[in-house]
């Protein structure tokens, strides 16, 4: 969700569409009801504000409570999976199965929910 943040912020910063110019402009538009450009860019932005805000939230939320993790393997299957890694892959690393990941991840859940 870090990685999502940041890529989300980065699509909010991209500045004003190009214009058309000479015989380009000329030439007949697409089909369709006349729509608001900018109204849909403002509601395009927005929503990506509010998912920024959803995922913000989640991961303060995930972070307030990694001290209720206590054993070496948990805080380890933590770590990668705030990382962004996949629970295959970090089966593979710890060498254990994904079925055991997920396991591991579900306690996790339960603890900090606790």
């Known amino acids: ?55 913000e939230h989640k991961i303060t939320v995930v972070q307030e409570r990694i001290d209720k993790v206590h054993t070496p393997r948990e805080i380890e299957v933590l770590f990668w999976l705030l990382e962004g890694s996949s629970m295959r892959w970090i089966g593979q690393h710890m060498a254990l199965s994904a079925t055991s990941i997920g396991r591991i991840k579900n306690n996790i859940v339960n603890q900090m929910m606790a």
């Open 1 to 55: 969700m870090v990685n999502t943040v940041k890529e989300l912020r980065n699509g909010l910063i991209v500045g004003a569409k190009t214009a058309q110019y000479g015989i380009v402009a000329t030439l007949p538009k697409a089909a369709g009801g006349i729509r608001d450009l900018i109204m849909s860019e403002v509601a395009r932005r927005l929503k990506h504000i509010k998912r920024i805000k959803e995922y």
